[in-house]
């Protein structure tokens, strides 16, 4: 089991790097191949839709630091996408790498029923912190972006999501939340229940 996680918070001790932690751990402890990237600590660009992967290539055509991480998303099992609420949205170094997952996309994607160019059954796990203690403020943020890797073929995602932890290292008054990503990834790495 080959488990990628990104982490798209700036904060290298905040509290989604945290429990993107706890999961990971958990999950080496299991047996998986664990692979971890700092989007923050990449030099890289957002799409520039230039359509070169659906005109001439099979790839995205920018040769910077995320093609790596880019290739790494095409071989792994699991998928673990680690970001803060930033004004509501997952935070840019996330959201840039987001949109350059278009060149995971076939030229003919819209007609296409099998429109990913990835191998189906992939597992996304979202892990979502947010200083907002009301749940209801931005819960749209996961069914959104889970609904576009569905396209890509992975399966319906995990989602370990905490409110009302503002400063690094607050989630760890949150027990429930860590346990949350300790159970999350025993259930990813038994291959159970979908
Ligand atoms: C630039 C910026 C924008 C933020 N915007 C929001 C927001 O819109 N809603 C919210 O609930 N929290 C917001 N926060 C708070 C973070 O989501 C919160 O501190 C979170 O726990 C940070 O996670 P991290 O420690 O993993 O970086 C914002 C923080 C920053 C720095």
């Known amino acids: ?22 999961f990971c751990e958990t999950a080496k402890g299991l047996g ?3 692979r971890i990237f700092s989007l923050n600590k990449l030099e890289y660009r957002g799409c520039q839709a230039c359509l070169a992967c659906k005109k001439k290539l099979e ?23 680690a970001t ?6 997952v935070s840019s170094q996330m959201k840039a790498f987001i949109d350059r997952t278009f060149s995971f996309l076939k030229p003919d994607y819209v007609s296409n029923p099998r429109p990913s160019r990835l191998d189906p059954g ?12 009301d749940e209801l403020q931005f819960d749209d943020v996961f069914p959104r972006y889970d609904a576009f890797f569905r396209w890509y073929g992975f399966e319906a995602g ?19 939340a860590l346990e949350l ?8 790495c038994s291959g159970g229940e979908r």
């Open 1 to 22: 089991m080959k488990i990628l996680c990104l982490l798209g918070s700036p904060r290298p001790k905040g509290n989604s790097s945290i429990l993107a932690h706890r």
């Open 32 to 34: 998986a191949k664990v």
């Open 59 to 81: 790839s995205c055509a920018l040769n910077d630091d995320l093609a790596r991480v880019l290739e790494e998303v095409r071989t792994c099992d699991v998928l673990v996408l």
């Open 84 to 89: 803060p609420i930033y004004y509501g949205e």
């Open 122 to 133: 992939k597992r996304l796990v979202f892990i979502i912190t947010q200083g907002q203690p």
């Open 158 to 176: 995990e989602l370990i999501r905490v409110c009302g932890v503002m400063d690094p290292g607050d989630v760890e008054a949150h027990r429930e």
């Open 181 to 188: 990503a300790e159970a999350t990834a025993r259930k990813v």
